[in-house]
């Protein structure tokens, strides 16, 4: 939902967020693991909380592109083609979830830095910059220290790779 908003105020919607001060522009959320029908029901409850022209403007610059069972692979060029051209002109683009994202290994470093090289070549190629969700490792969870930096799932090239991680 966080980020569902976050793609929603910068496509033009209100300030969600407390953010105060931020440019608007396109935005892309791709969704890979929740249903249509979650994802209806997510935009309905945002939606509710907008004026008719914020809303208007969101709907117009906001992409929600569902790819639950497309299986997208940051691994394999022609995905990593399709998300360029999707990212060509948005200011914004979420990946939601990264574990939905890829083929490889989370623990395998070449396999993380693959990954991670692809998101900055669609970045850099497109100008949008590019934010993906990730899940907390076990660990983290179990012993109540998800807010730790190595919190998250798999090698620790998703965190240190990354410019900016927020935790939940």
Known sequence: ML????AATIA??????????????????????????????????IGGH???????????????EPLLGHSPDL?????EAALTRMAEGKRL???DTL??????EENDEVAAKAVMRTLERIAA?????????????KTSIREGSGESQAAARGHSV???????????
């Not at 980020?3 to 976050?6: F, H, K, N, R, T």
């Not at 907008?50 to 929600?64: F, G, K, Q, S, T």
């Not at 990354?162 to 935790?167: E, F, I, S, Y």
Request: hydrophobic letters at 40%.
């Open 125 to 137: 190629a497109s100008g949008a910059a590019v934010v993906y969700c990730h899940h907390a490792n």
């Open 3 to 6: 980020a569902l908003e976050l």
């Open 50 to 64: 907008l004026p008719p022209d914020v809303r208007d403007a969101a709907r117009e610059n906001l992409l929600v």
């Open 75 to 79: 691994l394999d060029e022609r995905w």
């Open 99 to 104: 574990s939905r994202f890829h083929s490889g």
């Open 12 to 45: 033009g919607g209100p300030d969600l967020l407390g953010f105060e001060q931020y440019e608007t522009g396109l935005a892309a959320y791709l969704p890979a693991e929740d249903p249509e029908i979650i994802l209806h029901h997510r935009l309905h409850s």
């Open 93 to 95: 683009v979420i990946l």
């Open 158 to 168: 998703f965190t240190d790779d990354g410019r900016w991680q927020a935790n939940l």
